[in-house]
C-alpha cells in the first residue's frame, strides 16, 4: 500500500498512462477540463488548415508541426491525469482482487453456517472467522478476540488485538485473522466497503471537483475567453495596420497564453493528493475534506493515546521520612504484583530497576492473598504473612490507616501535594498503619509530540486538548506537550460542545475520534478522522478514516491537504506568469515584418519569426509533462510563517515563471534552427 | 527638487490628510453613527423619507438591492433622453436650442447615468440651461451617488455575517448625496465661483473682438456644476473644451482643487471600508496599492513628457518641450498630473488635450482605465473594481499558504469567482470587441483623422474610456456618429452594471457567510506583501490582456516617433 515516490515512472505504469491518453482526447470527456478542450478546438483547426494546406500544394511544413505541437499540448495533459488515476488504480487492483477471492462462513439462524463469497455479504449478516481466514467484509466484532494482521490494507505487518465491546471492535474486510475466532456483525452492504471507497476514490469517474478546484477552474475558464478574445481583436487590429496573420499562428499565440499548463494538471494534482493520502494510510470521503483540512485552525485531540502515551507510568518512589527507597519499592512491587493495570506493571518495572533485580521473577510467599482494586476502596494490594500492604490514592490510604489508629505523615502529605500540582497522580504505600511513601505517576508524552504540537503552531493551528483529567493535572500535561488549551473533566459530550463553540466563532475544527461517544462530535467537526479500529458508528460519522489508527496521523493529513491547494496555486501563478515571455516571443513575430522597429521587444533575439512561434508552443507543451513529477509528489511544503510560506512561492513560481519560460524558449529556439525546422 | 514636484507632492499630502478623515466620517455615515452634520441634515432625510414613503429600517436582499438600483437607472435615462428631446419646449433656453438629436442624446442619457460624462456633443452648442442642469447635474450627483451605495453595500458584505441582506438601496443614495456630495460640492462651488468659475443663468455675452467682430461668448450656471463634475468623478464638462476652458478651470487654485476634487472620495472609500471593517491596517493596504499604481503612472507619464519630444528638440523649438495641448497657463507638470488623475479615477475632466501627449504619456493613460478604473477609480466603482482584482489576488495567494482562500475573514467560492471574474473581464472584453468592429466596420473608420498607430490608439482610447466610465477623450476622433454613439453607449452599460451587479451579488453570496477569525494561519491583508501582489495582479492582468493593442498602438507610435514619424 505504501507508494513510494521513486517508482513514480513505473514503467508498466507509464505504458498504461500513455494507452489512456489516447481515448481521454475525445471531446465528449475532454469538456470536463474546458482549458484543454479550447486547445483541443484549436487543434482540430489548424489541422484542418494544414490538411487543406496540404491538398492544395502550398506550403505546409511551418503549419503541420504547429498542429502536432497543440496535439501533443492536449496528449501531454492527458498523460498526467492517466498516470496519476493509474497509480492510485494500481493499488485499488490488488486489494479489489483480495476481497473478491475470500469466502465467507455465513452463520444461519439454526447456528449451522455455509460459505458464500465475500460479494454477496449484506449488511446485518454474520460470519464467523477463525485462525488464518481473511475477514470477508467490514464490521464489528460482536463476540471474540482475535489477532489480526492488517498489513494487506495499512502495510503495518505488526498484527493488531481486535475484540468484541469497547471501541476497538472494528474490522475491516481483506484483512487476516492470526489466532483466535470472532463473530463479525457484517456493517455494509456489498459496494459500500473501505476498499470499494478507496477504489472509488482513485479512479476519478467518481471523483467530485471540490469547491476550490471549481472556483479555479472558473478563473482559467474566465482568462481562457479573455485570451480568445485578445487574439481574435488582434487579428483585426493586425489587419487595420495593414498585417496578415495566419490562423495556426493565431492559435498558436491563443494555447500559449491560456493556462495550459496548470489547465493541464489540474486535474493529475487533485488525484495524486488522494494518492499521497491513502500512501499515508488515510481514506477521504471526499476531495473537499482533504482541501478542509488545509484550513483547520484548531484541532481537538484526546489526551490519551494522542498527546500522552496510553497510560500513566510510574516514575518515582519518594519514601517517607526513616523509610529506604528500597523498601519503598519492594513494598511498591509486592502490592503491584497482580495489578495487570498498566500502571501496575509499570510500577512493578521500576521497582525491578531501581532494585537491580530486572529480568528476575518476583513471587509472593506461599498463602498470599492478592487484595483486588475496588472502586469503592479505591486500593488494591496484599496479605502476606500478617503484613497488609496496600497501595492507592492518598485520601483512601490515609483513611485507611487512621481506622487502624495510624496516620499520614506530614512530609507525604507535602510529596502527595506536589505531585499532583505538577500533573501527576499520587499513589501511596502503606504497610499496616504505617505510611511507607508515595508513588508519582506521570502522563509520558508520546514521541515527537512536543515538536509536532509546535508545527501546528507554526502554520497557525491552536490544539485542545481533552482530557477526563482533573485541571491542575490537565494543565501540566498540556504545559508538558506545549497544548495551546485543554478541556479538562470533560464529560462525553464536552467534546461536541467544545466544536460547536470554535465553529461559532468561526474556526474550522478537525478532531480525531474512536469510540460511539465519539461519533456526534465527529459528524459535527469540520475534519473528522476515524480510527479504522474504531467503532462503526465512528467511521460513519467521520469524513477520513486512517487504516493505522494513529491519532497524530491528523498532522500529515493537515499537511497534504495544504500541499495540493499549495501545488495549485504555485502552478497555475507560474502558468500565468510564462504569458509574457510568450507575448516578447510571439508578437514581434507578428509584428516586426511589417514595423521592423518592433523588433526591439524581441529580447530573446530569437532567430526568426517562425522558430519564435515553434519555440512558444513547443515550450508550452513540454512544461507539462516536466512539471508533472511536482504536481504528482505535491509543492514541497514546510510549516512556517504565512508570509514566508507565500514570499518563497511567489519567488520561486511567480518570478521564476517569469524567467525560466524566456531561458527555456531560447534554448529550444536555438535546438528548432539546429534541426532547421523553421 | 523643482517647485512642480514640490507641488505635487503637496497636493498628494492635502489630499491623503483629507481622505483619511473623510474615510471615516463616509464609514459613520453609512453605519447610521452620529456626525458634526447629523443634527442639521437627520431631520431633512427623515422628512424625504417620509415624502417618497421610504422605510428605512427596511432591509434589502441583494436581489432586490439591484433591482431598486436598476430600475433607478433606467427611469435616470429615460428622463434625461425626454429632456433633451424637450429642451426646445421648456425654459431656461436662452439660446432657443432645438431638441437633441437621438443617438447623441441616447449616448448622452446613458453617460451621464452610468457615471461616464462621455461627450459625445459640444455643450455650449446643443444643451439648455435646464438640461444642464436639472438632465446633467443632476445625474452626476445621483450617478455619483449610486456608485458609492454600491460600494457599501459591497463592504456590507464583508462585516455582516449569517444574513441574506446588504443594506438599504434608497437609504445610500440619499446619504450619499446628502451627507457627502451636497456638503462638498457646495464647498467646492463657492471656492470655484470666488475664482472666477462662471455662475448665471443669463444669455451668452456678446463681445467686440479687436478686429471689430462679434464673438459670442458662452457663459451659464458653470461653478455649480463643476464641483460635482470632479467630486463625483463625473467629469462632463459645462463647455466643450472642459477644465481646459478658463471659464470652468481659471485659476491654478481651481486647477488643483479640481485634482483633490476627483481624488477626494474615491481615496477616501479604501479609508471607509477599513473603518467598516474595524480594521484600518486593511484599508491602508487598499489605498496604498492604488497609491503605488497611480505614481507608477505619474512617473512613467511625467519622464515621457518631460522628457520631450525629440522631434521638436531637433527643430530646436523650446528645448523640446512638448507643449502641444498643454494647458499653457499651468505648465507641464500640472497638465500631466491632471491627467493621470483624471484617468485613474474615471473623472474624465481634461484640462488639456490627451491626444497631444507623447505615445508613452497616451500608453499610462490608456492603460489606467483600460484595467477597469481602478486606481481609485470611479467613486464606489473604483473601490469595487479593487477588490475584484483582490479576490483574485487572495484566491491566488491564499491557495500559495495551502488555506482554502478569504479575503476580509470570507470565503472565496465558486459564487464569489463567477462574479469577480465576469466583474473583471467583461469591461475588458467588450472594450477589445467594441473596438475590433471599429476598425473592421467602414462606419468605425470613417470617424478617424489620423492614420497608423495614432489612429488605433484613439479608437482603443474611446471604448476604454467608455467601458471604463470614464469620458475623457483623446480627441481626434468624431465620435458623434450613430456609429460611436451606439457602440460607446454599450460599452458604458456593460462597464457600469457588469461592475456593479456581479459586486451586489458577490455582497449577498458574502454576507451569508460566517467570518472567518483572524490568526496566524490568515494571510495578512494589511501586510506589505499583499500590496506588491495586489498591485502585480493589476499589472499583470492588464498587461496580459491590453499587451498586443498597446503594442500596435501607442508603442508602435513611440518607436516610430524616435525614427522621425509621426500621424
Not at chain 2, 107 to 122: D, K, L, R
Request: hydrophobic share 50%.
Amino acid at each position: 500500500m505504501h507508494i513510494n515516490t521513486s517508482n513514480l515512472w513505473q514503467s508498466d505504469l507509464m505504458k498504461q498512462a500513455i494507452k489512456d491518453s489516447i481515448p481521454k482526447l475525445d471531446p465528449r470527456t475532454l469538456w470536463r477540463n474546458p482549458v484543454m478542450f479550447a486547445v483541443e478546438m484549436g487543434a482540430i483547426l489548424t489541422t484542418m488548415i494544414t490538411a487543406r494546406d496540404i491538398i492544395a500544394g502550398g506550403n505546409f511544413g511551418f503549419d503541420v508541426q504547429i498542429s502536432i505541437w497543440l496535439w501533443f499540448t492536449i496528449l501531454f495533459a492527458n498523460f498526467a491525469e492517466a498516470l496519476a488515476e493509474g497509480r492510485g488504480r494500481a493499488q485499488a487492483e490488488n486489494l479489489r482482487q483480495a476481497r473478491s477471492e475470500a469466502i465467507a462462513n455465513r452463520l444461519l439462524n439454526d447456528g449451522s453456517t455455509e460459505q458464500v463469497s465475500a460479494l454477496e455479504l449484506r449488511k446485518g449478516d454474520l460470519v464467523l472467522a477463525k485462525d488464518g481466514e481473511i475477514i470477508p467484509s467490514d464490521g464489528e466484532i460482536v463476540n471474540g478476540v482475535a489477532l489480526v494482521d492488517e498489513s494487506a490494507i495499512t502495510g503495518e505487518s505488526a498484527p493488531v488485538v481486535r475484540e468484541a465491546g469497547g471501541d476497538r471492535c472494528g474490522v475491516t474486510g481483506g484483512t487476516r485473522v492470526l489466532s483466535g475466532q470472532i463473530k463479525v456483525n457484517i456493517t455494509v452492504d456489498p459496494g459500500e466497503t473501505f476498499l470499494d471507497k478507496m477504489i472509488g476514490m482513485v479512479e476519478s469517474a467518481k471523483r467530485q471537483k471540490t469547491p476550490n478546484e471549481k472556483a479555479l477552474e472558473i478563473m482559467l475558464i474566465g482568462l481562457t475567453g479573455l485570451f480568445i478574445v485578445v487574439v481574435i481583436s488582434l487579428e483585426a487590429f493586425a489587419g487595420y495596420m495593414g498585417l496578415l496573420v495566419s490562423v495556426p499562428v493565431l492559435v498558436a499565440l491563443l494555447v500559449c497564453l491560456m493556462p495550459t499548463t496548470i489547465g493541464g494538471l489540474l486535474p493529475a494534482i487533485g488525484i495524486a493528493g488522494m494518492d499521497r493520502l491513502l500512501s499515508h494510510n488515510v481514506i477521504a470521503m471526499s476531495g473537499r475534506a482533504v482541501e478542509a483540512s488545509g484550513d483547520v485552525d484548531v484541532v481537538l485531540m484526546d489526551k490519551t493515546g494522542t498527546i500522552t502515551l496510553g497510560n500513566r507510568m510510574a516514575t518515582e518512589f519518594i519514601p517517607a521520612v526513616g523509610v529506604t527507597r528500597e523498601e519503598l519499592a519492594v513494598n511498591a512491587m509486592l502490592s503491584s504484583l497482580a495489578d495487570e493495570t498498566p500502571e501496575g506493571r509499570s510500577i512493578v518495572d521500576l521497582s525491578k530497576s531501581l532494585l537491580s533485580i530486572r529480568g528476575r521473577d518476583i513471587r509472593p510467599a506461599e498463602g498470599s492473598t492478592f487484595i483486588p482494586f475496588t472502586a469503592e476502596t479505591r486500593m488494591s494490594g496484599i496479605d502476606m504473612g500478617g503484613r497488609e500492604i496496600r497501595k492507592g490514592a492518598h485520601d483512601s490510604i490515609e483513611e485507611y490507616v487512621k481506622s487502624k489508629g495510624g496516620k499520614m505523615p506530614e512530609d507525604i502529605r507535602v510529596a502527595v501535594d506536589s505531585i499532583a500540582k505538577d500533573g501527576g497522580t499520587p499513589l501511596v504505600v502503606s504497610d499496616g498503619i504505617r505510611v511507607l511513601g508515595a508513588i508519582r505517576l506521570k502522563d509520558v508524552l508520546k514521541e515527537n509530540i512536543k515538536e509536532r504540537i509546535s508545527r501546528l503552531r507554526t502554520v497557525g493551528i491552536r490544539s485542545v486538548m481533552i482530557t477526563g483529567d482533573n485541571p491542575i493535572t490537565a494543565a501540566a500535561i498540556a504545559a508538558e506537550a506545549g497544548i495551546d488549551d485543554f478541556i479538562g473533566q470533560a464529560r462525553p459530550e464536552a467534546k461536541l460542545e467544545a466544536i460547536q463553540k470554535y465553529q461559532q466563532d468561526g474556526h474550522l475544527v478537525a478532531m480525531i475520534g474512536d469510540g460511539t461517544n465519539d461519533a456526534p462530535a465527529l459528524a459535527q467537526a469540520d475534519v473528522a478522522v476515524a480510527m479504522n479500529a474504531g467503532t462503526q458508528a465512528a467511521r460513519e460519522a467521520a469524513n477520513m478514516v486512517d487504516l493505522d489508527s494513529n491519532p497524530a496521523k491528523l498532522l500529515d493529513i493537515v499537511e497534504i491537504g495544504k500541499q495540493i491547494l499549495i501545488t495549485r496555486g504555485a502552478l497555475t501563478t507560474f502558468s500565468v506568469a510564462n504569458d509574457v515571455s510568450k507575448y516578447f516571443a510571439i508578437l514581434p513575430a507578428i509584428f516586426a515584418i511589417a514595423y521592423p522597429s518592433l523588433n526591439v521587444l524581441n529580447i530573446m533575439q530569437l532567430a526568426t519569426p517562425t522558430s519564435a512561434v515553434l519555440s512558444a508552443i513547443i515550450f508550452n507543451a513540454i512544461i507539462i509533462p516536466m512539471l508533472i513529477p511536482l504536481a504528482l509528489r505535491g509543492v514541497r511544503y514546510q510549516p512556517t510563517s504565512v508570509t514566508s510560506l507565500l514570499t518563497r512561492n511567489l519567488l520561486i513560481y511567480g518570478l521564476g515563471g517569469l524567467i525560466v519560460p524566456f531561458v527555456g524558449i531560447k534554448m529550444i529556439d536555438m535546438l528548432v534552427v539546429l534541426l532547421h525546422l523553421e | 527638487m523643482s517647485p512642480e514636484f514640490v507641488y505635487v507632492a503637496l497636493l498628494l499630502g492635502v489630499l491623503l490628510v483629507l481622505a483619511v478623515p473623510t474615510g471615516r466620517y463616509i464609514a459613520k455615515v453609512f453605519s447610521g453613527e452620529r456626525t458634526p452634520l447629523t443634527p442639521l441634515l437627520r431631520p431633512i432625510e427623515k422628512r424625504f423619507y417620509s415624502l417618497l414613503g421610504i422605510d428605512e429600517n427596511k432591509e434589502m436582499s441583494w436581489k432586490t438591492y439591484a433591482s431598486a438600483l436598476i430600475a433607478f437607472n433606467i427611469l435616470s435615462v429615460i428622463a434625461v433622453f425626454l429632456l433633451q428631446e424637450a429642451q426646445g419646449w421648456l425654459p431656461l433656453n436662452p439660446q432657443g436650442f432645438g431638441p437633441v438629436r437621438w443617438d447623441t442624446a441616447v449616448n448622452t442619457a446613458i453617460s451621464f447615468v452610468t457615471n461616464t460624462n462621455w461627450q459625445a456633443y459640444s455643450g455650449e452648442q446643443t444643451m439648455s440651461y435646464l438640461t444642464q442642469m436639472l438632465g446633467l447635474t443632476v445625474q452626476n450627483f445621483l450617478s455619483g451617488a449610486v456608485g458609492i451605495a454600491a460600494a457599501i453595500a459591497v463592504i456590507r458584505g464583508f462585516i455582516r455575517k449569517n444574513t441574506a441582506t446588504i443594506g438599504n438601496f434608497w437609504v445610500d443614495l440619499t446619504r450619499s448625496v446628502l451627507y457627502l456630495l451636497l456638503p462638498l460640492a457646495i464647498i467646492w462651488a463657492l471656492v470655484f465661483a470666488s475664482q472666477g468659475v462662471v455662475q448665471t443663468l443669463g444669455p451668452y455675452v456678446a463681445a467686440q473682438t479687436p478686429d471689430s467682430g462679434e464673438q459670442l461668448i458662452a457663459v451659464g450656471p458653470t461653478a455649480s456644476q463643476d464641483a460635482i463634475k470632479f467630486l463625483g468623478t463625473n467629469g462632463g464638462g459645462f463647455f466643450n473644451v472642459n477644465s481646459a476652458h478658463p471659464f470652468e478651470n481659471p485659476t491654478p487654485l481651481t486647477d488643483s482643487l479640481q485634482v483633490l476634487g476627483m481624488l477626494l472620495i474615491a481615496a477616501s472609500l479604501p479609508f471607509a471600508l477599513g473603518a467598516m471593517l474595524k480594521n484600518r491596517g486593511q484599508g491602508r493596504a487598499i489605498f496604498a496599492s492604488m497609491m503605488v499604481l497611480y505614481l507608477a503612472g505619474l512617473g512613467v507619464a511625467l519622464w515621457s513628457e518631460t522628457n520631450g519630444n525629440p522631434l521638436l528638440d531637433h527643430l530646436g523649438v523650446a528645448g523640446g518641450i512638448n507643449l502641444e495641448g498643454k494647458e499653457t497657463r499651468f505648465g507641464i507638470v500640472p497638465t500631466v498630473l491632471f491627467a493621470e488623475s483624471t484617468t485613474v479615477t474615471s473623472d474624465g475632466g481634461v484640462d488639456g488635450m490627451h491626444d497631444s501627449f507623447l505615445p508613452l504619456t497616451g500608453l499610462v493613460l490608456l492603460f489606467n482605465m483600460a484595467i477597469g478604473e481602478v486606481i481609485f477609480g470611479g467613486v464606489g466603482v473604483g473601490l469595487i473594481g479593487m477588490i475584484f482584482y483582490a479576490i483574485m489576488t487572495m484566491f491566488i495567494a491564499g491557495l500559495m499558504i495551502g488555506r482554502t482562500p478569504e479575503l476580509f475573514g470570507k470565503k472565496l467560492e465558486p459564487s464569489e469567482m463567477i462574479m469577480a471574474v465576469i466583474g473583471l473581464l467583461a469591461p475588458s472584453v467588450t472594450l477589445l470587441l467594441l473596438a475590433t468592429l471599429a476598425v473592421v466596420l467602414p462606419a468605425g473608420l470613417f470617424s478617424l483623422n489620423n492614420a497608423g498607430p495614432h489612429g488605433l490608439s484613439e479608437i482603443i482610447y474611446a471604448f476604454a474610456s467608455a467601458c471604463g466610465n470614464n469620458g475623457s477623450a483623446f480627441a481626434g476622433l468624431n465620435a458623434n456618429t450613430i456609429f460611436y454613439n451606439m457602440t460607446t453607449a454599450l460599452g458604458m452599460l456593460v462597464g457600469r452594471f457588469a461592475t456593479i451587479l456581479p459586486a451586489l451579488a458577490i455582497a449577498g453570496s458574502l454576507a451569508q457567510k460566517k467570518i472567518v477569525p483572524f490568526s496566524a494561519a490568515t494571510l495578512p491583508v494589511a501586510h506589505p506583501l499583499f500590496v506588491v501582489m495586489l498591485v502585480g495582479t493589476v499589472i499583470i492582468v492588464g498587461a496580459l490582456t491590453f499587451f498586443p493593442v498597446f503594442v500596435l498602438g501607442p508603442i508602435l507610435e513611440h518607436m516610430l516617433l524616435g525614427a522621425g514619424r509621426t500621424f
